[in-house]
């Protein structure tokens, strides 16, 4: 089955900018999406189709996807940004998550 | 506007099945393509899809637990109504609906999500 890998967890300093990576089988020939989930909070989505932003998220979270790695890209992060971050593809008609990487902006 | 609400049993016995309803609004899933997934989260770790029904009530499950699971939905009520049998401590967690709007997008709604335990 198709797996994708995300690193357990990513730091970044206020202000600076965070990339979250996830990992897989020639992963630039899907679309991936990626949620955010605060704590205690339900997911959100925040990029969907590699690179496109729902209405009313930050255009801070941009996306990319080639080859065996996607990444989410926040710019400028903030406190607010500190939240578990998952990726998601489709595979064979299955839906696939990534195991989540957490972000601490310092 | 989409919104999606699950509910059902908050404790359920080992071996019990499990039988959760989301209840929608702001769509309807007669449409060939849209569906609801259903997805869970134990405590402090990730998530993982379980299954998804579709307009046209095609199904889909995650291969590693297909054995356990029924989704099925109610388009009348507005509603989808998903089973997993032989429940374990380890399926303790929150369930989450979701509304997937096709074309191998994303889950663009969630519903707030039910806690249910595994415990004798």
């Known amino acids: 089955s198709y797996e994708l890998t995300q690193p357990l967890s990513v730091s970044v300093a206020l202000g600076q900018t965070a990339r979250i990576t996830c990992g897989g089988n020639n992963i630039g020939t899907k679309n991936v999406h990626w949620y955010q989930q605060k704590p205690g909070q339900d997911p959100v989505l925040v990029i969907y189709?590699?690179?496109k932003r729902p209405s009313g998220i930050p255009e801070r979270f941009s996306g990319s996807n080639s080859g065996n790695t996607a990444t989410l890209t926040i710019s400028r992060a903030q406190a607010g940004d500190e939240a578990d971050y998952y990726c998601q593809v489709w595979d064979n008609f299955a839906v696939v998550f990534g195991g989540g990487t957490k972000l601490t902006v310092l | 506007q989409i919104t999606l609400k699950e509910s059902g049993p908050t404790l359920v016995k080992p071996t019990q099945t499990l039988t959760l309803t989301c209840i929608f609004s702001?769509?309807?899933?007669?449409?060939?393509?849209?569906?609801v997934g259903w997805i869970r989260q134990p405590p402090g770790k990730a998530l993982e899809w379980l299954a998804l029904?579709?307009?046209?009530?095609?199904?889909r499950y995650s291969p590693s637990l297909k054995s356990r699971l029924t989704i099925t939905k109610d388009t009348s009520k507005n509603q989808v109504v998903f089973t997993m049998t032989n429940m374990n401590p380890v399926d303790t967690g929150t369930y989450y609906c979701?509304?997937?709007?096709?074309?191998?997008?994303?889950?663009?709604?969630w519903g707030q999500g039910t806690l249910v335990t595994v415990s004798s």
């Open positions: 029904i579709y307009g046209d009530d095609d199904k």
């Open positions: 702001g769509f309807s899933l007669n449409t060939s393509g849209v569906g």
């Open positions: 979701a509304y997937y709007g096709g074309y191998s997008g994303p889950f663009d709604y």
């Open positions: 189709e590699d690179n």
